[in-house]
């Protein structure tokens, strides 16, 4: 870390492959083929990552053009990659449908609303696509919101009746009405899921799951095509000493709800779309002390200000999210790995001219402007909601392989 620090400047995103590597090896170990695996570029987009993780049997899953592009040039095939999101643009399903016309489809792409749908039905006829036989065809799921509420934070509850994703079981019909229905050049594939993030439980996984496959039963009497049902993501990382289910807890109650229905009405084609699972342990942010300030705490204890914040970070203004901070180095001194020292509570505040721009209070050592930090559990939602704010440059990105060995992937 602190070669990363002297090298590429701060504040500066490292990656330890050898932490995500890890990492996808439990979500494989839980979900295995012929699971699909495929990870959620909203997490961290950085090509270098993504690329690893494509190495390591995941496909992509993305939620706008943008996302799309930086997965190609990670590496990642079209018949790899699923689209799904809430503010897909007519410009995004326009390239789906292109990409069909083209002999190279996405796998599937995941609609949230009848009019969503039409616009889909629009393109394909204005493509061409319905002439060219039924193998060019565009496979599409429908998201399903369970109206159940997860165990979550209401920011992250995405499956929660109130929230603005996916269609409720009753306005399926009227999507697919307006997709062209069961004769459509749409190929109606499954449901999509998702129920939220960060879960701290599993009931709502568990009941999200068996009222889509109820729904999943009733519509493939209809459609021909349907064969596919793709749970989302959702597994949480934990924070401090507060115990979270593991991908193996989630993988068991999917299981067993799929045991529930008869092996006729079960879906032959099974996905899960992990993001922040696979990257949040692994990633760091490097930060540099700029002032210190004493008294200024809540309760009379130091404050310092760093050279990361909420345009490296935006998670802790944005909803409160904790991330550990740790001391690298401490009047000027390296602090060797694993050594305990004495701290001080102190509040850790970013350097944007923004007063919500503050990451908590942490047990650090006395620091002096120059000492380096490492900010935690930084790899999923760090660089990739990151902005330019107050004109700061976008940090580097390093990977720091497993060999020990420094790599400048941005």
């Not at 899953?61 to 790899?80: K, T, Y």
């Not at 109206?147 to 920011?155: D, I, K, L, R, W």
């Not at 004495?342 to 650090?364: F, K, Y």
Request: charged share 20%; aromatic share 6%.
């Amino acid at each position: 870390m602190l070669e990363a620090a002297h090298r590429f400047g701060t504040p500066a995103y490292v990656t330890d492959v050898a932490t995500l590597t890890r990492a996808a090896g439990e979500i494989t170990d839980a979900f295995p083929d012929p699971w699909l695996r495929q990870y959620s570029l909203k997490a961290n987009d950085v090509p270098g990552i993504v690329r690893h993780i494509g190495t390591l049997g995941f496909g992509a899953n993305v939620v706008s053009g943008g996302e799309w592009s930086l997965a190609v040039e990670a590496g990642i095939p079209n018949g790899q990659i699923t689209l799904e999101g809430v503010g897909k643009s007519d410009a995004d399903l326009r390239r789906a449908v292109g990409a069909v016309v083209a002999g190279e489809p996405l796998r599937w792409v995941a609609i949230e609303s009848a009019e969503e749908a039409a616009v889909l039905a629009s393109l394909t006829t204005e493509s061409g696509l319905g002439t060219l036989g039924r193998a060019a065809r565009l496979d599409v799921l429908l998201r399903l919101n369970p109206g159940v509420e997860p165990e979550t934070s209401q920011a992250l509850a995405v499956g929660s009746g109130s929230s603005k994703f996916g269609l409720r079981e009753t306005e399926l019909e009227a999507a697919i009405g307006a997709g062209g229905g069961p004769r459509s050049p749409i190929r109606w594939r499954g449901i999509h899921l998702h129920i939220g993030s960060q879960l701290q439980g599993l009931e709502a996984w568990r009941a999200g799951i068996r009222q889509a496959l109820a729904v999943f039963a009733v519509w493939r009497r209809t459609l021909p095509d349907f064969d596919a049902l793709d749970l989302g993501g959702g597994f949480p990382v934990a924070s401090g000493d507060q115990p979270v289910p593991a991908p193996a807890d989630f993988a068991r109650v999917a299981r067993a709800a799929l045991h529930e229905v008869a092996p006729g009405d079960r879906p032959s084609t099974l996905a899960v779309e992990p993001g922040r699972f696979l990257v949040a342990r692994a990633g760091w942010i490097i930060s540099r002390v700029l002032h210190r300030r004493a008294g200024r705490g809540p309760a009379g204890q130091p404050m310092v200000v760093i050279d990361a914040g909420m345009t490296e970070l935006v998670r802790p203004a944005l909803y409160g999210a904790h991330h550990e901070i740790v001391a690298l180095t401490s009047k000027g001194s390296p602090i060797p790995p694993g050594d305990v020292h004495d701290g001080m509570l102190t509040l850790v505040e970013g350097p944007i001219c923004e007063s919500t721009d503050r990451l908590g209070q942490h047990l650090l050592p006395q620091l002096e402007r120059g000492d380096l930090v490492a900010i935690a559990n930084a790899g999923a939602y760090g660089s990739s909601m990151s902005s330019r704010y107050n004109g700061r440059p976008r940090p580097p990105e390093v990977l720091l392989e497993a060999d020990g060995n420094l790599r400048l992937v941005r």
